[in-house]
């Protein structure tokens, strides 16, 4: 690796706005995330399989690349924030793929939520291409995402990390480097056990509340006044109440990160009853409403039990 060319990518302070950042990934998180980079006055080119969704961004003065290995050839820094493992691999492995870029000494950063072996077949990847990689995954919604509060967990060279955290800092509130490539994805796939869990736990909560005839907007009240309570429950009630639950963070994701825990090893009584059932509720097409309509299936499949 030509460690002169990488000293050249600029980082000091007064020169982070000349920065060329590459976006590839606009979903509900890509959107909100490249935004707030472009607010923070970087210079910020995007790619998405679906060009259209780039629109609001075009507009608010983003670049848009024709090909992934464009941004390769024409930014210092790539994040990619894509929906799975197949897709990551596809942007950075296929024909027109990042890695098929001409150029070398560039910082790539995965911020999608993969296997921490997808990660380090990457990284390794990159390093073959001259380039460095970082896993960058985040905790945190599309809330967070648009207010720049995610948690972000990294793995991968120290140096890299500490080029990309200025950047960072305007995604996140919080960005911790946590080890070697694969120690980003490996955390967060513990935290989004937790959160599947919990979210399966509410659910199971207020379907026992209602069977004993307390009112649900009661209940919530009651779990969010609670040690239990936490924003997660404030922000999924309107949903609940209304039994409507569009997507913030999509159920199939959720069922995506729980089979990826439990092939990382993730493998106790309650890391194999959530995956049991979001991959149950993804079979029974919920997949595309957000995670929180876990409690749809869980009421369904209790009415049928
Ligand atoms: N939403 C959340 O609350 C949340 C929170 C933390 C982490 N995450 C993680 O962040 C990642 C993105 O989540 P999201 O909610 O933004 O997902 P999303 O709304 O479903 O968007 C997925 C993105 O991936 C692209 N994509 C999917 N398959 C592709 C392929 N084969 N080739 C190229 N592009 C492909 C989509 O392109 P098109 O537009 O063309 O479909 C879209 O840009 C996921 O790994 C998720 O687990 C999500």
């Known amino acids: 690796m030509n460690d ?3 000293k050249a990518i600029p980082y000091a302070k007064e020169e982070l706005h000349q920065m060329k950042i590459g976006w590839i990934g606009l979903g509900n998180m890509g959107i909100p995330m490249a935004g707030n980079l472009l607010s923070a006055g970087y210079d910020v080119t995007v790619w998405n399989r679906t060009p259209d969704k780039a ?7 983003a670049g848009i690349a024709d090909k992934p290995y464009h941004l390769l050839e024409q ?12 897709a990551v ?7 027109d793929g990042l890695l098929s870029g001409n150029a070398r000494d560039r910082i790539l950063v995965d911020m999608s ?15 073959q291409a001259g380039h460095r990689f970082l896993d960058a995954p985040v905790s945190g919604s599309v809330g967070p995402a648009r207010e720049g509060k995610l948690i972000i967990m990294a793995g ?12 960072f800092d305007k995604l996140g509130k919080l960005a911790l480097h946590l080890g070697p490539n694969g120690s980003g994805s ?8 937790l959160l599947g869990i919990t979210v399966q736990g509410v659910a199971e909560t207020v379907l026992f509340a209602r069977e004993m005839g307390i ?10 006044e609670s040690a239990v309570g936490t924003p997660l429950i404030k922000g999924k009630a309107a949903s609940i109440l209304a039994d409507e639950f569009p997507a913030a963070f999509a159920l199939k994701h959720m069922a995506k990160d729980l089979r990826l825990a439990r092939q990382a090893g993730a493998s106790s009584p309650l890391a194999e009853s959530v995956y049991a059932s979001y991959q149950s509720a993804l079979r029974e097409g919920l997949g595309d409403l957000d995670l929180m309509a876990i409690l749809r299936y869980l009421n369904g499949a209790k009415v049928e039990a």
């Open 186 to 193: 490996s955390a967060k796939l513990a935290i989004n056990l």
């Open 89 to 95: 691999k596809a942007i950075y492995m296929e024909a």
């Open 75 to 86: 930014c210092d820094v790539v994040f990619t924030m894509v929906s799975d493992d197949t």
């Open 215 to 224: 009112p649900t907007e009661q209940m919530l009240t009651i779990i969010s």
């Open 55 to 61: 629109e609001p961004l075009l507009a608010r003065g």
């Open 113 to 127: 939520t993969v296997s921490p072996e997808t990660s380090r077949f990457l990284a390794e990847r990159c390093r």
């Open 4 to 6: 002169e060319k990488i």
């Open 156 to 167: 991968g060279e120290q140096e890299s990390f500490d080029r990309v955290r200025p950047l």
